[in-house]
C-alpha cells in the first residue's frame, strides 16, 4: 500500500517525509491536482558504487584499443 501526499504538504514537510519513507520501506506518491506527481521510494542500499581498480586482472586486452596513424596526414610522407 503507497501513501498519497498532496505537494504543497510534502513541500513544508519533505525531509520528514522522506526520511519515513526510508525507515517504513512504503512508498510516498506526491499529488498535484488529485494527479501523480511523482513517487518516493527507499534507494537501494544494496548497490555498490564500482570501486577504480577493483576489475583489475578480469579483463584481457587481444589488441589495442586505439591504434593512432598520422602517416597519410603529414606532407612529407606523401
Not at 20 to 49: F, N
Not at 70 to 76: G, L, Q, R, T, V
Amino acid at each position: 500500500m503507497t501513501n498519497e501526499m498532496l505537494v504543497s504538504e510534502f513541500k513544508a514537510r519533505c525531509i520528514a517525509e522522506m526520511k519515513k519513507v526510508q525507515r517504513t520501506g512504503k512508498p510516498l506518491i506526491v499529488t498535484l491536482r488529485g494527479k501523480p506527481l511523482v513517487r518516493v521510494e527507499p534507494a537501494d542500499s544494496s548497490e555498490h558504487p564500482v570501486v577504480l581498480g577493483s576489475k583489475r586482472g578480469r579483463v584481457q586486452l587481444r589488441r589495442d584499443l586505439v591504434t593512432l596513424d598520422f602517416s597519410d596526414d603529414w606532407e612529407m610522407n606523401r
